[in-house]
């Protein structure tokens, strides 16, 4: 995962002299995109898009500990500016490499602190950069995205059912459908979590996320309603925990320090990503975070192997048509391993109930179940076996835990229960990261805060949960409308990286009726929906949510999204309108992948695959039935010739999808 320079030019440095005020510029690679840093009685950033301002003069300072203020009459010594376009290889991601383009200014000033920008054609980012001899105390910092009117925004809230003060809501999963409303009419009494869309003039958007986030909290937003400002919150640092929450699995903060970090002094801070788009479309193939992460500190990632994973728990351990007393035991779980086999599964997945509840011990494991006998039993098989663990049974043994499971031959953890994004978690998942490579394990988490590039840094982490996935149909109300959010989420928390929704129901409803059923649950929206999910999510391990019982009934379907893959050589981003529809290709090899979604309005559209080129190629497609929006489990399976025009007409029912195999004769 080495970083290849293409091209490489360019430092001018210059001494500047001390004036009062003075504006720097710096201008996007395809002259597009121009940001302005203004460093007068403070330090300001504004961007503007062919000459209309998109984000307005923004304050920016970070205060130490001891009253120290960070882009307070900034004093500036150095201005640098570079240009670089390099080739990054990204091989369990939506595209086997990326392009990392941008032109960067780096300003140096008195006190022994920096600024550092960075314009892509398709973004802006900035961080503060400090060279303190000793470690410091970061009291706060100041984050104000000032807009020059009162744009629209998609905002996600804390989902807390009642409201807290931000205390309160520091705690949360970060998981929530989107609230859309002029920025001065967003709740300020609720913190919103990352990213979050801004519509912007011209059909614009700007995406506001963050990137290499270590050794300091994430970022919550909090708007004005007295102007159109979103305001940077941060949890501060935790001082005491006590053990509690999740069949106490969680460690939950019960007093906090007077500051939000305490770090190294000599560092670079978290990115502050504005990402930035023409047209909706462009937020689907958006590569800003991964770019901003630190490269990959694993030289060797050989052993790193994503895939999908038959998955227990959002079904219920609902077998039937078996001769054994389904539930949490070995012949289920061994039911599951010959069902992953036959069909080319990669994993299976031995989600909460295996180890002793309420014990925090992962070394615990249930009478009921003989992992060594399961891990063999899969092996011998080509099926790995992963393991859940609460967050507070896996942090408080972890060297041991991950060691004990590794030597019995277990492919990895998924961690869940985090539920914070303060300093001492965000320290977590880079710790959990590191030792797990050690051992050569993989990591999925769960409860937790988006991504923010860790990924791409320890690619032994595959996904992250950090979005309201298809789990939230066990117990949802019917008035969820989880089919807006599909064709929403993608244009915003998909900007920040990998996200496991857990798809592939098979009970599907169509507009009203679905019911949250938690033993048997079912989705919203057609069976085609279902499948194009496996194409349309980036998703490097999979979850195939359903009963296998469920899929065995369904083979024409299964078959498709077994055959799916995880990571791609390629994506193409087709055509979308947040809200409304999404349509995506991803090739991997010399086979094309189609997904396609829609809200609850019947749509037809045609697609352009003119990229796929010339030759002969079939298209096995799974279109909504004529009668799916009735049954949403309606659907019609035809394989043809893929036109020589490369315009595919295609239609979807409400709550609609489409999914297609593209390949070569």
Known sequence: MSLKPLFLFACTVCALPLMAQKNYTLTSPDGTLQATVATGSDLRI???????????????????????????????TRARKNTADARIASPFYKKSSVRDHYNELELTMRGDYGLVVRLYDDGLAYRFTTRKKDGILVENEQVAY??????????????????????GQFRNSFENTYTRLPLTQLDPRKLIFLPVLVELPGGRKMVITEADLQGYPGLFLNN????????????????????????????????REPYIAAT?????????????SKDDSQLLDNDLVYRLAPASKIADTSWIKPGKVAWEWWNAWNLYDVDFKAGINNETYKYYIWFASQHGIEYVILDEGWAVNKQADLMQVVPEIDLEELVEYGRERNVGIILWAGYYAFERDMERVVKHYADMGVKGFKVDFMDRDDQRMVDFLHRAAEVCAEHKMLLDFHGVFKPTGLNRTWPNVLNYEGVFGLEQLK???????MVKYDVTMPFIRMVAGPMDYTQGAMRNASRGNYRPVHSEPMSQGTRCRQLAEYVVFESPITMLCDSPSNYMKEPECFAFMAS????????????????????????????????????WTPR??????????????DIESFADGINADRAARDFRKTVSELPQDRRLKIRMAPGGGYAARIYAR
């Not at 000032?146 to 205390?167: C, I, M, N, Q, S």
């Not at 117990?475 to 409308?481: G, K, L, N, R, V």
């Open 475 to 481: 117990w949802s109300a019917e008035s969820t409308d």
């Open 46 to 76: 504004s961007l503007s898009a062919d000459g209309e301002t998109l984000l307005a003069p923004s304050p920016v300072s970070m205060t130490l500990g001891g009253g120290e203020v960070l882009g307070s009459n900034p004093k500036v």
């Open 264 to 276: 190294e002094g000599t560092r670079s801070f978290p990115w502050r990503v504005m990402a930035v």
């Open 146 to 167: 000032t807009f020059p009117a009162d744009y629209t925004a998609y905002a996600p809230y804390v989902g807390h059912k009642r409201l807290l003060d931000f205390e």
């Open 604 to 617: 037809e559209l045609e697609l352009d695959l003119s990229f796929i080129g010339n030759g002969n190629y």
């Open 564 to 599: 799916v893959p995880t990571v791609w050589d390629e994506t193409v981003a087709l055509t979308g309108s947040v809200g409304e529809y999404i349509a995506i290709a991803r090739r991997s090899g010399d086979t094309w992948y189609i997904g396609a979604m829609t809200d």
């Open 224 to 255: 004005s309603t007295e102007a159109p400002v979103l305001k940077g919150v941060f949890a501060p640092y935790p001082k005491k925990e006590e053990q509690g929450g999740h069949n106490q699995l969680q460690m939950l903060v019960t007093e």
